[in-house]
């Protein structure tokens, strides 16, 4: 049977001792099994089944109604983990609304330990399915080998920082390539271009490429209707990063060569392989390998799930935010793979993610646990929960 929602098995000090054990253990990506060990002793302690898979996810199976799912795995970078009141910077930041309230400093305190212990606690109190995937920093693998071998659920709702009231329902999607050119060494008063000046080049078409009328900035959106081209929202446009460049002279000195790592954000307006089409029209040099993709996600607000969590937020005595992200995150792994309703949801301020000032308020994690509570007691109820 589901244990109801105030199941004393877990309380208020057991759910922020995870929290403050998880966030106290360094769980960066590739690292994660401390940390996959805390949670499956906390999931045994309360007389539930758990266990890591064959790629390190904390598999808890319960009732499918609903599947709560997080990240273990952090960025990399020590913040001394310590629990401190909020103070007037807090307060401006919106980390906290009242002075003096408990605020846990740590990685992966926002991004996404918060989130992934409040779903543990909330499984476990209401008896829905939990995975704590791993690598989600990275490539993805855990979520990538989740929907590759794991049936489909009614419902997931995937963790990362929304503050406890906001639900997000979309995220860009996501295209990684690396560019490789080789020309022959000369001397550097020659006019032709070298691999360095190829690459660069054929970065500025690509960023040039989608800074048109269709895809960023142009007067096909002329929101005010006057005559001054409108900037279209960054969820709605694709944008270009290179992320790393190297170059030179070959160890034969022979030849001139460079790499090119870029990153494009896709909108769910469009689809990957157009993106990935117009980076390589651009292309009259060199190679590009290109990733596995992530495709664009973007949920209707009026699913079950979604409407769970507007009247679980209001409950709570908060006022509902449905949000779009311009990053990408497991959820896109799911809605590519898993025809259900989705949401994202979890405690913190999202702009602290990877941030070396990243904390939680512990007021705001127990609130979040008290939403994800109801939102999964809804989908029980709904759904018919597993005797």
Not at 175 to 200: C, D, K, M
Not at 294 to 305: C, D, K, L
Not at 310 to 335: H, V
Request: hydrophobic share 40%; proline share 6%; net charge negative.
């Amino acid at each position: 049977m589901n244990a109801s929602m105030d199941d004393p098995t877990v309380t208020l000090e057991d759910a922020r001792t995870l929290l403050i054990d998880l966030v106290s253990t360094p769980s960066p990506s590739g690292e994660e099994g401390a940390a996959a060990e805390r949670l499956v002793e906390f999931f045994a302690a309360h007389g539930r089944e758990a266990w890591t898979d064959e790629v390190g996810n904390v598999r808890a199976p319960a009732d499918d109604s609903v599947l709560l799912t997080s990240h273990v795995d952090t960025v990399p970078g020590e913040i001394p983990v310590e629990v401190e009141p909020a103070d007037e910077a807090d307060l401006e930041a919106g980390v906290a609304d009242n002075e003096g309230e408990d605020v846990l400093w740590g990685r992966g305190s926002v991004d996404a330990t918060g989130p992934l212990a409040a779903m543990a606690v909330a499984a476990v109190r209401t008896g829905v399915s939990f995975v704590g995937v791993v690598g989600e920093e990275t490539n993805s693998r855990g979520a990538r080998h989740l929907v590759a071998e794991r049936e489909t659920p009614e419902a997931v709702v995937n963790g990362e920082p929304s503050g406890t009231d906001g639900i997000t329902l979309g995220y860009r999607g996501f295209l990684a390539g690396t560019y490789v050119a080789t020309s022959e060494s000369g001397h550097t008063s020659r006019p032709e271009p070298n691999a360095i000046q190829h690459a660069t080049e054929w970065w500025t078409s690509v960023e040039a490429a989608f800074e048109t009328d269709e895809y960023g900035i142009g007067p096909a959106d002329r929101r005010d209707g006057g005559d001054e081209a409108a900037e279209l929202p960054v969820f709605e446009q694709v944008t270009a990063k290179p992320v790393a460049v190297e170059g030179g002279i070959s160890d034969d000195g022979l030849s001139v060569e460079a790499t090119l790592e870029a990153q494009l954000r896709v909108p769910p307006s469009m689809d990957v392989e157009t993106v990935r089409e117009i980076a390589e029209s651009e292309l009259e040099i060199g190679t590009v390998s290109w990733a596995e993709p992530i495709p664009p996600v973007m949920e209707s607000p009026r699913t079950e799930i979604a409407r769970a969590f507007r009247a679980a937020i209001r409950a709570e005595g908060g006022d509902p935010r449905l949000l779009r992200k311009t990053g990408t995150s497991d959820m896109n792994i799911y809605a590519g793979a898993w025809d259900c309703p989705m949401a994202t949801y979890g405690p913190g301020n999202s702009e602290l993610d990877h941030a070396p000032d990243e904390r939680l308020s512990l007021a705001e994690f127990d609130r979040s646990v008290a939403v994800l509570e109801r939102v999964a007691a809804t989908c029980s109820d709904a759904g018919g929960a597993d005797e």
